[in-house]
């Protein structure tokens, strides 16, 4: 408690640099805390994908067919395949850009959050769609509203592009799609279209028996179609999310870089501050010592110069990530980001960084104070 006055009284001395500094620590803990949290977030999301789904794709532009969805069944470590589709266009107006993905039945889609009385739901009604409550927020959707996507690039049997949804019910979101989900009927999807194209499948669903093979099984997958004339780009869900869906960008790797980035930073203006404040204070330590503090207790005061600051800007910094988290999926909607979590490790990380900072930046007053001539600094030679 006896180095409290001093503390106060050496941030105090320069308080527009102790105000700068506060800022500038608060605004890199504010990155550090939304890009680990996204990165917490993908982690998580990762941590519960079913290990037991592969998927199967056309590699060029074609269309899957029936056909293959029956030889995918009679694979081996094959249990079950669902084909699925996608209707995407637009809702009211053409910039209001929205879609469905269309699901043939339960057992190929083993995390779709649809109950069994939801299932039968769709047999009831083929034109029905279930949307999670972030996309129902997003489209200004409720149970029972008409649900209408104009999708130039799907036409209709009927020559339309219209394709008309109601919707079933608004259910809870789930982790496993950080985005939200809209799912509608596959045979409603098929049988709308003209004849010549309800035999075509956007992708497939196979569920494996064994889910340590499942790689091994889109290998084969791949093989089974490679001469064929479509031929196919299979992957294990667990991989595809892992890869954040993407070849395009590493989330893991761009974010802690990111934040290493915004850490250096941090701790080259600090290292700075403190170097200054200790050459302008050099008479006030060497009072310190004449009066009997040790090399050890007067730099365990300037430590603790540098971690007052840090530990108040990362507290106000993470704060701030926390309030503006849930913003970032609608401010970047098109990369289906999660919302930051600010998990116990990403607190834990974020205090190994402030003893981590301060301890770096009071290295070199440090050893300048253990170098201290008392005399000289006294008698006004230095």
């Keep these: 408690m006896k180095y409290l006055p001093l503390i106060w009284a050496a941030l105090a001395r320069r308080k527009l640099r102790t105000v700068l500094t506060l800022l500038s620590v608060t605004a890199a803990f504010t990155l550090f805390g939304v890009v680990m949290g996204t990165d917490a977030a993908f982690r998580q999301m990762v941590d519960v994908i079913n290990r037991t789904v592969v998927v199967t794709f056309p590699r060029f532009a074609d269309n899957l067919t029936d056909g293959m969805g029956q030889e995918l069944e009679g694979m081996p470590n094959v249990a079950a395949v669902s084909a699925a589709g996608s209707v995407e266009g637009y809702y009211r107006y053409p910039k209001n850009r929205v879609w469905a993905t269309m699901l043939d039945n339960a057992a190929g889609w083993p995390n779709a959050p649809i109950t069994p009385a939801q299932w039968a739901q769709w047999r009831a009604s083929p034109d029905g769609i279930f949307l999670s409550r972030v996309r129902a927020a997003k489209w200004g959707l409720k149970k029972g509203d008409i649900f209408n996507i104009v999708a130039s690039s799907i036409p209709r049997a009927d020559g339309g592009h219209a394709w008309r949804f109601q919707v079933l019910d608004v259910l809870d979101d789930t982790p496993y799609w950080p985005g939200g989900f809209s799912f509608g009927s596959y045979h409603y999807y098929k049988m709308s279209r003209p004849v010549a194209d309800q035999p075509n499948a956007g992708w497939f669903q196979a569920v494996v028996k064994n889910p340590a093979g499942a790689e091994d099984t889109a290998v084969a997958i791949d093989a089974r179609f490679a001469n064929s004339?479509?031929?196919?780009?299979?992957?294990?869900?667990?991989?595809?999310?892992?890869?954040?869906?993407?070849?395009?960008?590493?989330?893991?790797?761009?974010?802690?870089?990111?934040?290493?980035?915004?850490?250096?930073?941090?701790?080259?203006?600090?290292?700075?501050?403190?170097?200054?404040?200790?050459?302008?204070?050099?008479?006030?330590?060497?009072?310190?010592?004449?009066?009997?503090?040790?090399?050890?207790?007067?730099?365990?005061?300037?430590?603790?110069?540098?971690?007052?600051?840090?530990?108040?800007?990362?507290?106000?910094?993470?704060?701030l990530a926390a309030l503006i988290a849930g913003r970032i999926p609608k401010l970047l909607p098109s990369l289906q980001m999660p919302e930051p979590y600010l998990s116990p490790t990403v607190i834990v990380e974020a205090l190994l960084a402030v003893v981590l900072l301060a301890f770096l930046s009071v290295i070199l007053p440090a050893l300048r104070l253990r170098r201290l001539d008392v005399a000289a600094i006294l008698a006004g030679r230095t």
Excluded: C, W
């Excluded at 790797?253 to 170097?275: D, E, N, Q, S, Y």
């Design 229 to 319: 004339a479509i031929p196919t780009d299979s992957i294990s869900e667990r991989t595809m999310r892992s890869d954040n869906g993407t070849a395009i960008v590493n989330v893991a790797v761009v974010t802690r870089r990111v934040a290493a980035v915004g850490l250096f930073m941090i701790l080259l203006l600090t290292a700075h501050g403190m170097a200054q404040s200790v050459r302008e204070r050099l008479s006030e330590f060497a009072v310190l010592k004449t009066i009997g503090y040790s090399d050890a207790g007067v730099i365990g005061l300037v430590f603790a110069e540098a971690l007052a600051p840090a530990i108040l800007g990362a507290g106000l910094g993470l704060g």
